[in-house]
């Protein structure tokens, strides 16, 4: 019965590994339309009619944002040493 809770927790901890990874790469690859929506949903919770405007501009901006920063270089090092210390790619 030991044996059967030892081999569970060490596979527990293994696809917890693997998902903490797919969590990390996930947030850095969307956090700047992550962080606009927030700051869109306060707009538009603060500011009405004008409110909604400026997130929509905000929106745009975080989409345009994004792209750029998922194909600049900083990024796909980051995302390649993601991807070597959690083996995605194995």
Do not use: H
Not at 17 to 35: C, E, H, T
Not at 57 to 71: D, E, H, K, M
């Amino acid at each position: 019965m030991e044996i059967l809770i030892i081999v569970s927790v060490l596979i527990s901890l293994v696809v917890l590994y693997f998902m903490f990874g797919a969590v990390v790469k996930f947030l850095l690859g969307w956090f700047p339309i992550i962080l606009a929506l927030l700051v869109g949903g306060v707009a538009v919770i603060a500011g009405g009619v004008a409110g909604i405007v400026f997130a929509g501009i905000i929106l745009v901006a975080a989409i345009l944002i994004t792209n750029s920063w998922q194909g600049c270089e900083r990024f796909l090092k980051l995302e390649e040493r993601i991807d070597q210390r959690f083996f995605f790619k194995d």
